[in-house]
């Protein structure tokens, strides 16, 4: 350990009752993505008081806050919080005014970065780092909601139903060079580095049959909920016909199921993400699932609108990186530190900023319980908040420090599948479709 280093740990130790508070103001007031107006606003709140220019407004509630601007030229490093959260309302800190609760560990980024920018700020740390310190709030990497989204799209609010993926669209990723993310995870092990993950993309299907009485007259109707009902066993034989490898994940909802039990449903929507471990996989996936609602349309007479949204890009493999690893054993001694590997089934928007930019990803605990589940707590905020602020900033200082040599080598290794980010536009526009069947 450095003398730098050594005062990054002692800044953020000092600061270690404003970061829980933070952490636990975020925890119990979650928002839904591109609806995260209050948590967005604390964030710049917090960067400003620190002396940052901020600026807001990204993607709606997305904010960038800068340090270090005058050395961008040398490297621009993003450390990257997510502002969203989950519709759990269940969950023990749900906000009740919201319906959503962190069962995510959002907020535990978000303090990360908080933390990190308190020491990175304080001035004989900030002259040690030869770039740009980007701390970069973003919004809705949960991909739910489909029809809000939809409506936004409408408005002209936004194109793409993730964060990431409308803030690559905007252009607010094309004065960065590298990322730095966190998430959280069951147990007391800190994981670096990732493996591949699925992409996907989201469906909306619009099944619209006849209403009539659904007692005195059911002949005259033409049943939707029927419809999608024979859409959804439709699916469910497909399903087979998914290759193990691929690991395809179909996961529907019904979101309006008819208006009154009395009348005949004339109209049935259902969202889903259809989910793989490839392009090919998830877009033969999504053929497979038109078919299935066109059947069950035909069956019973009905009509069906089927729109296609682009949502995530599969997440890439991505090795360990040794300055994390460095700030783990040196901010969490006694934690175990293991390397990332294999296939998960869930998706995230990093695997899109990872299609133009190298991001670097690690993994603290002390929560237990599921991700996504109502069972998610925090048991150790010493390792889910202070140890990620650690991290994030003792990282961000070993990738800068030198005249940032370590991040321009890192930079210039790295093969991006797309040069920019209208190369990337361009892609994800396929995915834009609605289809009209009757």
Known sequence: MDQTEALIIETI????EEILEFARDIYSHAELGYKEFQTSGKFVKKMEQLGLRTEKGFAITGVKAYLNEDKKENASLALLGELDALCIPEHAFANPETNAAHCCGHHAQMAGVFGAALALTVPEIAEKLDGQVVFFATPAEEYGEIEFKNQLREQGKIRYGGGKCELLRIGAFDDIDLCLTHHIRPGNEILVGSGTGNGFVSKVIRVLG??????????????????ASLGLQALGLNRETFRDEDCVRVHPIITK??????VIPDEVVVETLVRGKTIEAFTDAAKKTDRS???????????????????????????????????????????????ASGHAGGSTDVGDVQHLMPVYTFNTGGVKGGLHQIDFEVTDEEEAYIVTAKMFALAAYGLLK?????????VDQYEPVFKNSAEYVEFMEQFDSKEIFE
């Open 13 to 16: 130790d000092r600061h270690r």
């Open 210 to 227: 006849k209403a009539s009485h659904a007692a005195g007259a059911p002949e005259k109707g033409v049943n939707a909920l029927s419809a």
């Open 257 to 262: 199921g008819g208006n009154l039990v009395n």
């Open 293 to 339: 609602f066109k059947a069950g349309a035909i069956a019973m007479g009905a009509k069906v609108e089927i729109s296609t949204l682009p949502g995530y890009l599969p997440t890439l493999a991505e090795e360990a990186l040794p300055e994390l690893k460095h700030a783990a054993e040196i901010s969490a001694s006694g934690i175990p530190v293991i390397e």
């Open 402 to 410: 030198e005249k940032a040599q370590r991040s321009r080598e890192l």
